[in-house]
């Protein structure tokens, strides 16, 4: 007899109940089962061999509606097999030859249902190498044979348990692939997967093991840009790093205009070339130049003076570029060097404790410091959003709340930094509390002002 | 009429392949010695000196083709694990062929993902012969030569003679 309990937690398994943002994590087995669940369901109306059952659905991407009606709007159930290639066609008559017609050698001899035989080392050797290639469905070895060796027979063909166990995984991830509502974590090391309920734009996912990856696209959660900017954005990046680098090496700001100026020789006499400024100026202390002929000079001057409008635009463009990208990657490593801020707060915690308070008490500088990397990751992409926000009066409320959030984020910051070890105790947890409250709030009515604009779409966006 | 044998002696290729088949899979020995036994008409494909799994060969352009009267050089390698992955094939010899771009590397679906460990050596040359009379600019490797076999079949077939003639002598 099973008891109460046992009941209670079948039925609650049996009947999962999705809330709207409620998901399943998956272990390797977990998704196995799965496979199993729906090859059994679909076994009982088609009476074939699990095998068959598991390709069958993997060409339906798993969806067992659409494989059934296919199946019945077909002629009959034989000619609907060989089809989907997991009949044969025809089935070639038994050689008497002992000879294996891949590798010339002698052997036993045997083959898939459609009678192609070769030896049992060449048919190890062939599946191990599409397994390689991450084939989930592998067909015979004769060249235009079409039937897809059935999985327990592949199994036999490899006949050692590591190599079965990267079959599995070959199969396992094939489901997961085609599966609109799993995914695997992208986090290292975590081996898991993830399934939603209904799978919607741009979802943020935690996975237990802390990783935060977007369920659509499969980055980090980039709230609040949406994926195909995201994707554009980071194209971007990869493609105009290199220019950054450059003018991060070879130019310098102009002192008084801060147009970038590239120094192409060796003397320290410059003069800006925006045709507003003129500045003249030392390349070494970026100070006015007074002392007129003291050097023999060789500035840097831009010859293609008829070109000079199409050269300032796309200065501009690519200064607007910069302006976004500093803020941008800057969020991240403000993001990395906070790590180090969280070993450091974990070990004040310690002291603060031993120093008679409570570890309830300490817990507000955790909480802070949470708080303050999820500012500094929501920060960072919405000056990705930014670039791409045409100005107008709803992109002006957007910078402000940015603007407002991202000063607090810094005052947070800051709080952490520098006044942990001078202020005191009750003060600082008093404006640490506050100021991570707050910060919250922004946060949340940044994203929450953002999701408002796409769902009535009021965003305007540059190509 | 142009012949093959002339620019490898069969006879003298075979002793070489013998004294250094004893290391080789069964599997392309027997294919070797079948290709120099019984060539592919218009086909020529002999084991490099000092490797066995590298061929040297020649293929004739086909009669009814752009590139009759050449004879194109392709270079053939057979990895490790042939015959369970595709040999490398390659044309040494430079051709104006929407399926064949400027390294020469040739596009064919049995040289990819259509290879079939039942294939041979034998089988690949006849595709690739079978490729020069029958160019396929809707599955191009060589961009611009297949737009201009599609836009002006007349001047690239004429393009293909030209190079034939200025590159695949003998």
Redesign the interface.
Known sequence: METDEELFMEDSDSEPEFLEDELQVMKFEDLEEEMKVAIADLQDVLEVSPDICRVLLQKFKWNKDALLDRFYESSDAVSFLIDAHVLPSRSVSESEEEEC?????EGRLTGPACN?K?CTE?WK??V??KIKEGQSEIEC????CKLIIEDSQVEQFIGDPIGIASYRRVLVNSFVRVSKNIKWCPGENCLKAVKVHQPSDSRLIVCPCGTRFCFTCGNEGHEPIDCNYLKKWLKRCMDDSETFNWIHANTKDCPKCSAPIEKNGGCNYMRCENTACRYEFCWMCFGAWKNEGAHSCNTFREKNAGGKTDREKSRVSLERYLFYYNRYIGHERSLKLEKKLKEKIARKMEEMQQLSMTWVEVQFLQKAVEVLSECRHTLKYTYAFAFYLKRENNAMMFEANQNDLEQATEQLSGFLERDLDRENLITLRQKVQDKSRYVEQRRKALLDHCNEGNDENIWVFNE | MFTLSAHFPPVFAHVHFCRMASQLPRRIIKETQRLLADPVPGISANPDESNARYFHVMIAGPDDSPFAGGVFKLELFLPEEYPMAAPKVRFMTKIYHPNIDKLGRICLDILKDKWSPALQIRTVLLSIQALLSAPNPEDPLATDVAEQWKTNEAEAIKTAKQWTLSYAQA
């Open positions: 017609q891949i590798c010339c050698m192609h070769a060449c050797a062939y191990t190498e070895m004769t060249s235009n």
